[in-house]
């Protein structure tokens, strides 16, 4: 099979999100449905929901950005376009990231960012230093091909509820005021 270039989705992020999840490139399944972690193996939904205690994975697509919005959690990806073969991130080829250092800038209230996966890591590490004030936190994909099991990836993706803490306001306090 070969190579073909596929371009991620925009951002699904708010002014007042907290948690941003990054993953590597969306999948097959996730580009032909337009869906973030569309395929139905992924556990990206049941862990987030978990972390947030709501049925993610039980609920129609945009329910779930809706429940995501409602606890200030965004969703992006490192890779703005690559080359891929199949939806394995091993097969990805010429990269080109995201501007991930602009999207943080536009959201004052970020505590936390989570790679979701080692590729995402990876590469978001290598384009961001630790941001001011930011946690930045490599979770075990959640991706079905990750086989580690589902209770292992859920004790680190409960991790993530460390960034609910309440937003930052140090960027609106100036010195006199």
Do not use: C
């Not at 993953?23 to 399944?29: D, E, I, K, Q, V």
């Not at 970020?110 to 979701?116: D, E, H």
């Amino acid at each position: 099979m070969p190579a073909v270039r596929h371009a991620s989705f925009a951002p699904h992020v708010q002014a007042d999100t907290r948690l941003l999840i990054l993953g590597s490139l969306p999948g097959a399944r996730s580009l032909a449905e337009r869906q973030y972690y569309a395929h139905p193996t992924n556990q990206f939904w049941r862990l987030v929901g978990a972390v947030i205690d709501r049925p993610l994975a039980d609920m129609p697509y945009e329910e779930r950005l809706t429940a995501l919005r409602s606890a200030h959690i965004g969703l992006w990806d490192v890779i703005r376009t690559a080359e891929r073969r199949t939806s394995s991130d091993s097969h990805i080829r010429d990269a080109e990231t995201q501007d991930l250092g602009a999207l943080i800038a536009a959201l004052p209230d970020l505590r936390m960012i989570a790679f979701n996966g080692g590729k995402a890591a990876a590469i978001g590490r290598r384009q961001l230093a630790e941001p001011d004030g930011i946690a930045l936190i490599d979770l075990p994909s959640s991706s079905a091909a990750h086989t580690i099991g589902y209770a292992a990836k859920l004790d680190q993706w409960l991790s993530l509820r460390g960034s609910f803490l309440p937003p930052r306001r140090d960027h609106l306090m100036r010195p006199g005021t």
